[in-house]
């Protein structure tokens, strides 16, 4: 099974209200071959929220409680990002899902680069913290971005 990050799929769960369907993720849902997940609202956040960022490191770091994931109005909601990891992670456990497909560049599924914690729109390579979670449990993790990669395995 694959585990998909929801706004991927189409659903209107990001930040913002909106979603950044990719219609080659819709294609397995549609076939169900592949499963949605939403790591921030398993945190309890609701949509729309405030955009969020780690500052002082990245997923890793914020595990490792080196770094915090903070809210725009400077708000701390670290736990909330740290909760919603777990959850996804005993999903990914659940359905023994063998591929897990995360939007990049987000403070909580980013695989290979995330924003830097400045509110600028700034980007440095590190991974969300449910990204760093999973992959701290051997869970192959990739963004969106590099799906068309392993598009002929999953197949």
């Known amino acids: ?17 909106s979603h950044s369907l990719d219609n080659r993720i819709q294609k397995l849902i549609q076939e169900n071959r592949a499963i949605t997940v939403c790591p921030e609202l398993l945190g309890d956040f609701l949509t729309p929220r405030e955009p969020a960022e780690i500052v002082g490191g990245d ?3 914020v595990l490792d409680g080196k770094a915090k994931v903070v809210e725009k109005s400077g708000r701390d909601v670290t736990e909330l990002y740290i909760k919603g ?3 996804t992670l005993r999903k990914a456990q659940e359905v023994n899902a063998t591929i897990i ?9 980013g695989s290979a680069m995330i924003y830097n914690g400045e ?3 700034k980007k440095v390579v590190g991974n969300g913290v449910t ?3 999973l992959k701290r449990n051997g869970l192959r993790v990739i963004s969106e971005e590099n799906l068309t990669d392993i598009l002929d395995e999953i197949i």
């Open 131 to 133: 990204t760093a979670l």
């Open 59 to 61: 997923g890793e770091d």
């Open 101 to 109: 497909v995360l939007k990049e560049y987000s403070p909580s599924c």
């Open 119 to 121: 509110f600028k729109g």
């Open 85 to 87: 990891a777990y959850h």
């Open 1 to 17: 099974m694959i585990l998909v990050s929801s706004c991927l799929a189409g659903l209107e769960v990001r930040y913002n209200g």
